[in-house]
């Protein structure tokens, strides 16, 4: 299975693609999508572009997307509500299954600890994926985003398949 980690952001869009063979975890390529100050218009669109491409060059099977949480700034937090909806919409325009995670969900997946600096973020990340070359911190986000889909995806198959053993299903 093939899964593309997303870490909205407005100005830098974090992306990660890994590939997951049972408990194995293989990175495949990461990346930032970055727009330009200005109309949030056309930066939204510039996104959806760099996104789509990133959709069409790497063919996920899946994709999972950060919650966003709310700041102090009101304005800040709509706009980087606008770039989650980019975030949402190109992965299902798709047509693939979109999960989402709580960052502090992510952080206790990758790390243990559900209030992880992005140093340890960064750090277990590439414990998890051995070479990998992290475009940046928004990238290595996306990348544990797709780790954590990853995690959530396996748990769920195991129960399925348990339930399914007991008879439940």
């Known amino acids: 299975m093939r899964i593309l ?4 952001g407005l100005r830098n869009l974090g992306w990660g693609v890994i590939d997951v063979s049972g408990s194995r975890l293989t990175h495949v390529a990461n990346g930032i999508c970055h727009s330009e100050a200005g109309d949030l218009a056309p930066r939204l669109l ?3 572009a760099q996104l789509t491409e990133v959709v069409a060059a790497y063919a996920p099977d899946s994709a999972a997307v950060e919650l966003t949480f709310v700041n102090k700034d009101g304005a800040a937090t ?3 509500g606008q770039a989650r909806g980019v975030a949402l919409l190109v992965p299902a325009q798709a047509g693939l299954p979109v999960g989402e ?3 502090n969900a992510v952080k ?5 600890v559900g209030h992880a600096a992005k140093v340890q973020v960064d750090h277990m990340v590439r414990l998890h994926l051995p070479g990998a070359q992290i475009a940046g911190p928004d990238a290595a986000d996306a990348l544990a985003v797709a780790i954590c889909h990853a995690h959530h995806v396996q748990s769920a198959g195991r129960f399925e398949a348990a339930l399914v053993r007991a008879g439940a299903r």
């Open 5 to 8: 980690g997303i870490d909205p």
């Open 101 to 103: 995670y709580a960052p």
């Open 46 to 48: 510039s996104l959806h």
């Open 108 to 112: 206790k997946t990758v790390v243990g």
């Open 78 to 80: 709509l706009k980087l």
